[in-house]
């Protein structure tokens, strides 16, 4: 495996070749085995200590970017993302991260709580308020621990924004307008966190800066002005990047699938339906220049905690909501299960700690993030959380990595009329070791299967193949072990 996250290589190309096994069958065993992982005992807690303790802890996401979309993984061709690239170069690039729900409010949810979609049940975008006692922020679990906390940039998480008792957060410098047409929202985000990290204080601080773009592909797509500010005329398309090698709707896709797209591409939101392939590939030229825009910013904050003498003492996380499609099998934006939908960055440095290089560890952004920075912060997680630490993924190289298999859940609501009707569809996803099953709710052909390893563009649909029937008894089964603890409601559709 390679070591070095600066080499740019498709990710998909690298996944072990390792059988496929079962875990627990109730919840109670599955947060036994996740309490057995996410305990660092105290010698192994003193051993990763570093000088000063406790550290600081920085996180900054972005909006709909691809875990791919850094030219420290596919090379400075037509993408070039300075400051993501030196983040990556000293901290450990989990490969194989995928968010909780490929959209905004659902995943955003599940990372403050550390609680998945389906339990908090935001599963769509749109306003909503969690129980603060039952759902407890990350802004609140590190405030108990003395941090002073603050948060920065796009809000869209499911506390109100005036209430301190509720999400934990100290300092507020946040936009709740769902439009968010500040122009200098980014901008504005960078110079506020900044300020924030030149300020001398006496306890250690969790910072969160959440930035929008490259979101604004959405308005790019829509030809509408972009509330980011403005990016050029695209070039003619021989100048611009090539087609997604997967640009082609997935062979024998599930049924709602193709209902799907032809839905969505009814939808003013998702005007797509007519691009050719000169557009889509305008398309992805606009969508790496709002990356490299979101990167400027990024640079910002990263340069405050440097010039702040913060770095030694810093936990940073770098990570997004979910990524976009790009016109991969024709989609545009996020929702569907697709790597370039689902698959996230998720970069954790912490300087004599945390080890550089590269995981191919399974990881659920929405449920790992709250009891990793606790893990590494040394600090207690709350008892329902429903993820893992991956403490020892981050700190050693041979880890073994505990899990089997990780679940993502979507909720597909935001189409358009097709034939009189609107359809809507929910899916689950099992993404193993080498494999990605997912099931839909509704259809006559309801599951996909793909082999990532022969297929990383997810171009054939093996869940019909008899020479592939016991690995997809097998995911069935993962599925139905997984619904089991978290998921009970949801209609076990086979075939």
């Excluded at 993501?84 to 490969?95: P, Q, W």
């Excluded at 507020?172 to 200098?184: G, P």
């Excluded at 305008?282 to 010039?307: C, F, M, N, P, S």
Aim: aromatic share 8%; charged share 20%; net charge neutral.
């Amino acid at each position: 495996m390679n070591e070095n996250p600066l080499i740019s290589e498709h990710p998909a190309s690298q996944q072990n070749q390792e059988s496929v096994t079962s875990i627990q069958s109730s919840r109670r065993r599955f947060l036994r085995a996740a309490a057995a992982v996410a305990v660092v005992s105290a010698t192994d807690r003193l051993r990763a200590a570093p000088t000063l303790y406790p550290p600081n802890v920085l996180i900054l996401t972005t909006d709909q970017q691809f875990a791919d979309a850094m030219s420290c993984r596919i090379g400075s061709l037509f993408l070039h993302t300075p400051n993501m690239d030196r983040l990556a170069a000293r901290s450990v690039v989990f490969r194989r991260a995928y968010s909780a729900n490929p959209l905004c409010m659902p995943s955003r949810a599940s990372m403050v709580t550390g609680r998945y979609p389906v339990t908090t049940g935001i599963e769509t975008n749109g306003r909503a308020t969690l129980d603060a006692a039952r759902f407890p922020s990350l802004g609140t679990v590190f405030a108990r621990q003395g941090y002073a906390t603050a948060y920065f940039g796009k809000w869209h998480l499911p506390y109100p924004i005036q209430a301190k008792d509720a999400h934990g957060f100290d300092e507020m410098h946040a936009d709740e307008v769902f439009t968010n047409h500040d122009r200098n929202l980014d901008t504005r985000t960078a110079a506020e966190a900044a300020q924030f990290l030149a300020t001398k204080r006496s306890r250690p601080f969790l910072a969160w800066v959440s930035f929008l773009n490259p979101h604004n592909i959405c308005e790019w797509a829509r030809g509408e002005s972009l509330p980011q500010g403005p990016i050029g005329p695209a070039p003619a398309a021989v100048a611009c990047p090539p087609l997604r090698a997967n640009h082609e709707p997935q062979n024998n896709e599930p049924d709602i699938m193709t209902l799907m797209r032809r839905s969505y591409q009814k939808n003013p939101m998702f005007p797509v339906g007519n691009f050719d392939d000169a557009k889509w590939r305008q398309y992805q030229w606009a969508y790496y220049r709002l990356i490299e825009k979101v990167d400027t910013q990024v640079g910002v904050v990263l340069q405050a905690l440097h010039d702040n003498h913060l770095e030694e003492n810093t936990i940073v996380v770098f990570a997004a909501d979910h990524g976009d499609c790009q016109g991969a099998h024709r989609w545009n934006q996020k929702t569907v299960f697709y790597e370039e939908s689902a698959r996230v960055p998720f970069l954790v440095s912490y300087p004599g700690v945390v080890r550089i290089g590269v995981s191919d560890h399974l990881v659920n952004t929405g449920i790992d993030l709250m009891p990793t920075l606790c893990s590494l912060a040394g600090i207690e997680r709350p008892v329902d959380g429903d993820g893992i630490s991956l403490m020892k993924a981050a700190t050693r190289a041979s880890a073994r990595d505990p899990r089997t298999y990780i679940v993502a859940s979507n909720d597909m609501d935001q189409g358009g009329s097709v034939d009189g009707t609107v359809p809507h569809a929910k899916g689950r996803m099992v993404r193993s070791k080498r494999h990605k099953y997912c099931v839909y709710d509704r259809g006559e052909h309801r599951e996909s299967l793909v082999d990532l390893e022969n297929d990383p563009g997810e171009m054939v649909n093996l869940a019909g193949d008899p020479k592939h029937h016991k690995i997809l008894q097998q995911h069935r089964q993962m599925l139905a072990e997984w619904c089991a603890a978290f998921d009970t409601k949801w209609p076990q559709a086979n075939g």
